[in-house]
């Protein structure tokens, strides 16, 4: 079984979102291509999914500054600015992601003392969110990514796919997807490559 993973594609990482991903709404139109056309047997979108005071907020914290370095529970943590608070705009997913084909959300980042970048796990490795669980009881054997952003959300859940679920095949689609720093996304592909991840593009998918 093959299963499409969509990372984060919500408002608040588009332009005019909270914690904009550059041309992070240029990857909709492919992402929907993918949904019809990539012979997925299970499509999951996962969710950032905050409460309002969560930690990974600068405003949660004296004197810190969006995008500042900081520390939540005693980790370093990068400040965001405020964004994807639960049930407000900029937590909706894109209103053009053809939602209706999507088998399972898995919404994520819901405890205020620890961040998730990952859709599979918290960021200090410790509350599972049960995606990996679902995609073993779907027999999935395969998983593509994409989505926002490429640096943060898509590679830890890469990295936490290749990890957790020892033998399948993982590939990032690198077209499908974007990152909010251009270095930042050189080293998360490298990342990536290193921990058996394949770069694949939407051409190889969909003109098989
Ligand atoms: C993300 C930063 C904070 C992401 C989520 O989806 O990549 N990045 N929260
Ligand atoms: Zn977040």
Redesign the pocket.
Same mark, same amino acid.
């Given at each position: 079984m093959k299963a499409l993973l969509l990372?984060?594609i919500q408002n608040g990482?588009c332009p005019g979102g909270n914690?904009p991903v550059p041309h992070g709404d240029e990857i909709v139109p492919v992402a929907n291509r993918l949904i019809r056309d990539g012979g997925y047997d299970v499509i999951v979108a996962s969710q950032?999914w905050h409460p309002e005071n969560h930690g990974?907020f600068a405003s949660q914290h004296q004197g810190a500054k969006p995008f500042d370095m900081g520390e939540l529970s005693g980790k370093p943590q990068v400040m965001?600015p405020d964004?994807c608070v639960q049930g407000t705009h900029d937590a909706e997913f894109h209103p053009d992601l053809a939602l209706d084909a999507i088998d399972h959300i898995q919404q994520k980042g819901e405890n205020p003392a620890v961040d998730s %970048?990952s859709a599979f796990r918290d960021n200090d490795q410790g509350a599972l969110t049960g995606l990996a669980a679902y995609l073993t009881a779907q027999q999935v054997t395969e998983i593509d990514l994409c989505g926002?952003?490429t640096d %943060?959300?898509v590679k830890f859940s890469a990295l936490d796919a290749a990890d957790m679920l020892p033998g399948l095949k993982i590939r990032f689609i690198e077209d499908a997807s974007r990152g909010i720093d251009p270095e930042g996304v050189k080293a998360a592909i490298a990342e990536m490559k290193a921990n058996g991840v394949d770069i694949v593009t939407s051409r190889q998918i969909l003109h098989r």
């Amino acid at each position: 079984m093959k299963a499409l993973l969509l990372i984060d594609i919500q408002n608040g990482f588009c332009p005019g979102g909270n914690l904009p991903v550059p041309h992070g709404d240029e990857i909709v139109p492919v992402a929907n291509r993918l949904i019809r056309d990539g012979g997925y047997d299970v499509i999951v979108a996962s969710q950032d999914w905050h409460p309002e005071n969560h930690g990974s907020f600068a405003s949660q914290h004296q004197g810190a500054k969006p995008f500042d370095m900081g520390e939540l529970s005693g980790k370093p943590q990068v400040m965001w600015p405020d964004h994807c608070v639960q049930g407000t705009h900029d937590a909706e997913f894109h209103p053009d992601l053809a939602l209706d084909a999507i088998d399972h959300i898995q919404q994520k980042g819901e405890n205020p003392a620890v961040d998730s %970048y990952s859709a599979f796990r918290d960021n200090d490795q410790g509350a599972l969110t049960g995606l990996a669980a679902y995609l073993t009881a779907q027999q999935v054997t395969e998983i593509d990514l994409c989505g926002l952003a490429t640096d %943060y959300c898509v590679k830890f859940s890469a990295l936490d796919a290749a990890d957790m679920l020892p033998g399948l095949k993982i590939r990032f689609i690198e077209d499908a997807s974007r990152g909010i720093d251009p270095e930042g996304v050189k080293a998360a592909i490298a990342e990536m490559k290193a921990n058996g991840v394949d770069i694949v593009t939407s051409r190889q998918i969909l003109h098989r």
